[in-house]
């Protein structure tokens, strides 16, 4: 099936991104957080670096290397493995990114991958065909709907996604690198829901 990513798990990919590392295989990207984080052996000290976008990506990383100290790894040094620093204010503004997929099953298989592997919260998530044309018109604002209505006629499906405005930037990334939606069109951002001034 067009579109379709091999039925693989985050987990799975984990465990072999870790046997290719302590295999001295260093360069290839770690299967959650890519080239936002390096490794290198010197040693038998197992050097971390990069930038994570939480406290608990940073620990859950961590957690995962010292699983394998005395097991390849002598000991981890992560101090150069830092948090991104958020510049701009979550819960100001919401933004509805839109993305096209080949049907309904690949935009499922993106929506669970962005909320599942790569952690992201939105604040809306749907997955719309031909058959809910309707909706569309519920959640969009008019001028996107001709786009809309282009991949339904093409057979193809749409994901629908809220999240808040400091994330959108590596939500349509992700979208567009790594779960390969056809379009990917960001609205322009409303008032957060449920935001009081």
């Known amino acids: 099936m067009k579109g379709v990513q091999p039925p693989d798990t985050v987990s799975q990919r984990t465990k072999s991104w870790w046997a290719s590392i302590l295999a001295g295989l ?10 936002d984080v390096a490794v290198t ?4 000290v197992l050097h971390i670096s990069g930038e994570l976008p939480s406290e ?37 503004l919401d933004q509805t990114l839109i993305a ?15 909320v599942e592997s790569r952690r992201v919260e939105p604040k809306r998530l749907e997955i719309l065909d031909s058959r809910l044309e309707d909706r569309a018109r519920d959640l969009l ?7 809309v209505r282009k991949a339904f006629d093409a057979g193809e499906a749409v994901l ?38």
Do not use: C, M, Q
Request: hydrophobic share 40%.
């Open 26 to 35: 260093v360069d290839h990207p770690h299967p959650i957080y890519g080239a």
């Open 41 to 44: 052996f010197r040693g038998g």
């Open 56 to 92: 608990s990506d940073r620990k859950a990383l961590l957690k995962d290397a010292r699983e394998h100290v005395g097991h390849g790894i002598d000991d981890i040094d992560a101090k150069h493995l830092t948090v991104a620093k958020g510049k701009e204010r979550p819960g100001i």
């Open 100 to 114: 096209a997929f080949a049907n309904p099953d690949v935009a499922e298989y993106a929506s669970k991958y962005l």
């Open 141 to 147: 604002p008019a001028e996107f709907l001709s786009d």
């Open 160 to 197: 629908i996604l809220t999240v808040d405005e400091t994330a959108v930037f590596k939500v349509r990334e992700l979208l567009a690198e790594e779960t390969r939606s056809l379009w990917t069109i960001a609205t322009p951002p409303i008032p957060a829901a449920g935001r009081r001034d």
